[in-house]
């Protein structure tokens, strides 16, 4: 059983900074993309950033210059940093990754979410 679980999010002025984590846990062989969206009142799921196990790294427009995605690989954790949020950028933030299990499977996971939400 593979789970992911995020952490960090919370209520948080214009302006101000917030991390997030996800950390996969299970039976897990390895990870290759990892990566957070956003679901806003209303709209629909978008992608934020991801990270390949390489470290290679993307960002939706929106973010880039303020978000800063990073992992850890040898903790099956991925991280958000967050700065200069903006009141738009309040939304439920979930991670997800690309995992093969110990029993040779292979599918995307997807964490619960956590609440981020950017005041005024």
């Known amino acids: 059983q593979v789970q992911l679980v995020e952490s960090g999010g919370g209520l948080v002025q214009a302006g101000g900074s917030l991390r997030l984590s996800c950390a996969a846990s299970g039976s897990i062989f390895s990870i290759s993309v990892m990566g957070w969206s956003r679901q806003a009142p209303g709209k629909q799921r978008e992608l934020v950033a991801a990270i390949t196990s390489g470290g290679t790294t993307n960002y939706a427009d929106s973010v880039k210059g303020r978000f800063t995605i990073s992992r850890d690989n040898a903790k099956n954790t991925v991280y958000l940093q967050m700065n200069s949020l903006k009141p738009e950028d309040t939304a439920v933030y979930y991670c997800?990754?690309?995992?093969?299990?110990?029993?040779?499977?292979?599918?995307?996971?997807w964490g619960k979410g956590t609440l981020v939400t950017v005041s005024s």
């Open positions: 997800n990754a690309d995992i093969v299990s110990s029993s040779w499977s292979f599918r995307d996971y």
